[in-house]
């Protein structure tokens, strides 16, 4: 195996052409590969962000990668690292992750995060475990030895991350009642559904996604033009079914978003409120009424995507939910030399 670094612009085919042969099965490859290049656009256009991606080759051929991803925005001595991809060898991995580690010692990276594919704004983390249940739009595809070859690195930290689903899903609507959607409009609350927004709608959006997120593990805050480019409305428009905005009069203060996965599956992607509204019932709220659009719409199953672990909209119910997929990131401490 060769492992060596290579100019970001050179083997984007190379690095495309190992994730087709790896995933290129599934269902949702195209929109995960369209992601996928978002990241890598992400990291290499990007004036905050200094990309150095690592590859091995057999046989002249990548079978193996890895980037050290440094962003200027993060705490002094942290950095991602992400886009990694190898096969179930320990030696291949071994010299893979030594060359990322070197790579990083020597930029004076004493903290390393991942995997995380540019920012935590784009994929990130690997599959713990599963239930072999197929990849849905959105998730990250990843073998599932990833997790235990990562492990034995002793990160000193682990984050942990689950998708769940609930079919049928009328008990929410039972337990969460339509009383909660009416107190809240009987409280000077609204909730506009739509499928398109407007560029102000859209400004709102980020700005709220900010502050929720700004504690998350991982965050970096993106620039408006970042965001625009993430989520502006055409690409909305072409990822997400349905996005229920939360106004309290006139000034929007949450939202939710859902995405079709097909004609029988509806995801929930997210659900957030400004923290001086949280705990009036407002995410149940939302979550009542995209489960009640959803039941007229004709689905039978709901996913609800990439949770953190602990992260529960009070009172929502979830006891009668199938985690079908954990997930983790992590933290490891470099000794620098």
Request: with cysteine; net charge neutral; charged share 25%.
């Amino acid at each position: 195996m060769d492992i060596k670094t290579y100019k970001p612009d050179t083997p984007d085919k190379e690095l495309i052409e190992l994730l087709r042969e790896k995933y290129g099965k599934n269902n949702d490859f195209d929109y995960f590969l369209s992601d996928f290049k978002k990241s890598l656009n992400f990291c290499t256009d990007n004036e905050n962000i200094t990309f150095y991606p690592v590859a091995g080759f057999e046989n002249g051929k990548m079978s193996a990668h890895a980037a050290l991803i440094i962003d200027k925005r993060l705490p002094a001595g942290e950095a991602f690292f992400g886009f990694l991809e190898f096969p179930n060898d320990v030696s291949v991995f071994s010299a893979l992750w030594s060359s990322l580690i070197k790579e990083a010692r020597n930029k004076g990276i004493s903290a390393l995060k991942g995997p995380v594919n540019g920012s935590i704004w784009h994929q990130y983390r690997c599959i713990k475990e599963t239930n072999q249940n197929p990849f849905f739009k959105a998730e990250p595809f990843c073998e599932t030895y990833y997790y235990d070859f990562l492990t034995s690195n002793k990160p000193a930290k682990e984050i942990l991350y689950y998708s769940a689903s609930r079919e049928p899903f009328d008990i929410v609507l039972r337990i969460i009642g339509e009383g909660a959607y009416d107190k809240i409009t009987n409280s000077g609350f609204s909730i506009k559904v739509t499928k398109s927004i407007t560029l102000d709608e859209l400004r709102t959006i980020a700005h709220i996604s900010k502050i929720v997120f700004h504690d998350s593990w991982g965050y970096t805050e993106l620039d408006e033009q970042e965001f625009m480019q993430l989520f502006s409305s055409e690409k909305l428009a072409a990822h997400l079914s349905t996005l229920y905005l939360l106004y309290k009069g006139d000034e929007m203060i949450g939202f939710c978003s859902t995405s079709k996965e097909n004609d029988y599956t509806l995801i929930c992607k997210t659900i957030a409120v400004l923290s001086p509204y949280q705990g009036l019932g407002l995410g149940n709220a939302l979550a009542y009424k995209f489960h009640l659009d959803a039941k007229k719409e004709g689905f039978k199953k709901i996913i609800y995507a990439l949770i953190r672990e602990g992260n529960n909209v009070k009172n929502f119910p979830k006891d009668d939910t199938v985690i079908f997929r954990r997930y983790a990131a992590f933290e490891f401490k470099l000794e620098l030399i």
